[in-house]
């Protein structure tokens, strides 16, 4: 340990110096995702982050979730190429949850009912054939890309990150939280070190839309793919915590609204967007927008928040107290939870974001 964290005061003061130059420049952020791909939101939330004025993104980090690690790097990095954007350096993280695993996952749904997204897992399939570790990544019509990830692990980069730019660092989380929780419990200073903490995530009263709405969008896939990564993340002292959840559900691009963002701006990448469109909820491009341009936020509420790591039917769902309520002898914090959004003007912004990030090749 004495090793690790000499090495991290050598990393903060080798790097020290570029922090005094963006004290008053962009908005440094890095991206933690479960990149599934080709196409999708995880990809996509990329878009409002780079090739913005706004915002200097420092690194993408790659957790396992809604694919297998290798595979979702392999999916950034390759859109990275395609887009023309090969400088965005890529971390590869946790390949498995903290405790969770396949098999504990299967004998929780003989329990306590199917999860209608398994990612990594058996997507909205079986789990019956599901290996236990990451097999070897499978060829995808985008393509292998030649870029490579970085050196070291993403837990580690973003450590070094925060202590090389104190308080100005802000982690957008967009998958499960394993990478957080390993660099929390590597340099507890991590989290206070940070600027703030933007995560997809914290569903709440959503037990209804399982029965009469889209079983998916009722299921908070990232904590519950690693519940104790999300406690961990959760209780950690960040400055500020949001959360962006229940209001990303009902914000969809039609095909034809990607058609016409790509109309004019013909190129590898919005080929791209067209080609591998999918039609599902923007929840993580919601997300990368709100850190973009938080006047997007409409209404939020306050409340203090944590994960259920009980083993029971609720273990992995977030809870929810007022201020007079909650245990914070625990740790819980508080979290601003994102109510409603301008959507009209989150769409403009993305397509102008999208043909921004496109360009003209």
Known sequence: ????????????????????????????????????????????????????????????????????????????????????????????????????????????????????????????GSMDKTPDTQPAVAPTPDGKPALQPQGIPAA??????????????????????????LAIRLDPSFASTAKQLVFMGGYLDLAMMSVTGNADNGSDFNLI?????????????????????????????SKAEVEAIAKDHRSAATDYLVRYYVPLAMWDEVTSAIVADPSLITRKQDAYMDVEIGKGIGYGHAYVWPDALAPKAMGVRKVSIVQTIDVDRFKKLYAGWAQGFMGKH
């Open 225 to 253: 793919f690693d519940p104790e990564a999300a406690h961990i993340t959760l209780t950690a002292p960040w400055a500020h915590i949001t959360s962006v959840a229940n209001v990303s559900n009902d914000v969809v691009l």
């Open 1 to 124: 340990m004495r090793c690790f964290l000499a090495s991290l005061a050598l990393a903060a003061l080798t790097i020290g110096t570029a922090s005094a130059e963006t004290r008053n420049g962009p908005e440094l952020v890095i991206a933690d995702n479960d990149y599934l791909g080709p196409g999708g939101s995880n990809i996509q939330s990329v878009i409002p982050l780079l090739n913005n004025p706004k915002l200097k993104v420092l690194g993408l980090t790659v957790v396992a979730g809604d694919d297998w690690e290798n595979a979702e790097s392999a999916r950034i990095r390759r859109f990275l190429e395609i887009s023309g954007h090969r400088d965005v350096p890529v971390y590869d993280g946790a390949t498995q949850p903290l405790i969770n695993t396949v098999a504990l996952t299967r004998l929780r749904e003989q329990q306590y009912g199917s999860l209608p997204w398994k990612g990594a897992w058996g997507g909205m």
């Open 156 to 181: 580690l980069f973003m450590i070094q990150q925060v202590h090389a730019h104190p308080h100005e660092v802000t982690i957008i989380e967009a998958g499960p939280m394993t990478n957080l929780a």
